[in-house]
């Protein structure tokens, strides 16, 4: 059965820092590209950063390039993200799934970015 459990999420002032991560188990994890994705109140989920099946391939949607940083070590089936100089318009809840959003979602993890 896949499941997709996020955490790291939390309450953290504008400029702050927070790493999220992503445990993946019930399908072959190293051979997907995976992504993260947030849907803050009132608005569509949207996809922020995505990563190859190998690590080396990455995109993030602009709003965040340059401060939110990708990232995977298959050894563990895990998938990382890095959120670094956070603005209040960072606030959701982030998910990981893979890039077209098949994966079964997990429940996600807060982020609240706020003075």
């Known amino acids: 059965q896949v499941q997709l459990v996020e955490s790291g999420g939390g309450l953290v002032q504008p400029g702050g820092s927070l790493r999220l991560s992503c445990a993946a188990s019930?399908?072959?994890?190293?051979?997907?590209?995976m992504a993260w994705y947030r849907q803050a109140p009132g608005k569509e989920r949207e996809l922020v950063a995505r990563?190859?099946?190998?690590?080396?391939?990455?995109s993030y949607t602009d709003s965040v390039k340059g401060r939110f940083t990708i990232s995977r070590d298959n050894a563990v089936n895990s998938v990382y993200l890095r959120m670094n100089s956070l603005k209040p318009e960072d606030t959701a809840v982030y998910y990981c799934?893979?890039?077209?959003?098949?994966?079964?979602w997990g429940q996600g993890t807060q982020v609240t970015v706020s003075s």
């Open positions: 019930g399908f072959t994890f190293s051979a997907y590209f």
């Open positions: 799934n893979a890039p077209d959003g098949h994966l079964n």
């Open positions: 990563i190859g099946s190998g690590g080396r391939y990455t």
